[in-house]
């Protein structure tokens, strides 16, 4: 890896930072370099919401000490990883196959600290009417193993007590199809309501929460942007790093495996167009509260807000980072966790975050100066 300046902001406006991860199974470790950089800069979250592998990342960053997090995010990703041994050092075609075989070997095997077959399901035993005892039963793996991998590098205890930043995490409830949010300024949460925001169907089984069961938020919408947009607590101006693992614009494919990739960008894409005409409206309000010439307007527009939307008023600015496929990859990319790819992944984050952060540091006149750099960067 190249050696990139770690930089730290100072002088930061009254804003508060929120993270927003987008679901996409091993593609999440594109995560983990956009929170190095947020972290290296001084960007820390005061909010992280999360959905699917967004949300298991999000558990770690939100539950842990800020100096602790990249290592936390660091071993977590280790331990649901697969060494390369070998074919550490292939590239191009070879590494495509490589990355391949990884694929088949996690979903005939399972994957270590991560899920582990349900094998009379995956033969086929009793055929796809077999009944079983409970949700938490019906799908071809067991994902057991996570809560156990979660309680490991996540400091719940800790977070109850008021500690760390903000956490949202999106699950569907599977008996109505509505998306929820299990935000920890209401409910002490634990690993069980992480899993549930991962449970995809039917390679995942529901997660029972409070006599509820859970699927995948992804069922619903793989974005946890709306948690922000609708929420009714914070009063601050909240400034937005949206860090997507699916890109909706793309080439029409020629291959297969091309069309494969290419429907899963665009059904778990976020769907920014439905929130753009809010964010104009919360961008020109936001202009007219921190105009001095308006200021004669603004306990009106504050008192709109309060009767229509059930807050003030505040400004929302939102940064989007974007994973890109690459041509080692294969349709079934989000579920290859072989430990070149996280690595690679990771540090296409950070490079792309990097260059967001200096785009928000121009926008906003924020000193930007270089600092010390983190132990637990991954380096080659």
Known sequence: MKEHVSAKAVSHPPVKNVLVLQGGGALGAYHIGAYEALHELGFEPDWVTGISIGALNAAVLATNKP??????????????????????????????????????????????????PRVNVMMGMGGAEVQFSKPTEASYYDTSPMLDTLARHCNFAWHHQGHGARLSLGATRVDTGKLEFFDSLHTPLRPAHALASGSLPPGFPATEIDGRFYWDGGCVTNTPLQAVLDDTHETADLRVFMVDLWGAHGQAPVTMDGVAWRQKEIQYASRMEQHSTLRKYQKLFGRLLHSPECAPVHDLLHGWAEEVLGRRLRNIDIHTITYRHTGEESSFSDAEFSEGSIKRRREMGYVDMLAKLEQVASAEKIDIRPTHRDSHRVTS
């Open 67 to 116: 100096e602790d997090r990249l290592r936390k995010m660091t071993e977590f990703w280790k331990d649901i990883s697969r060494p390369d041994g070998a074919a550490a050092h292939c590239t191009g075609h070879y590494r495509s196959l490589y990355n391949k075989s990884v694929v088949a070997k996690s979903m005939l095997q399972g994957l270590p600290n991560f899920w582990t």
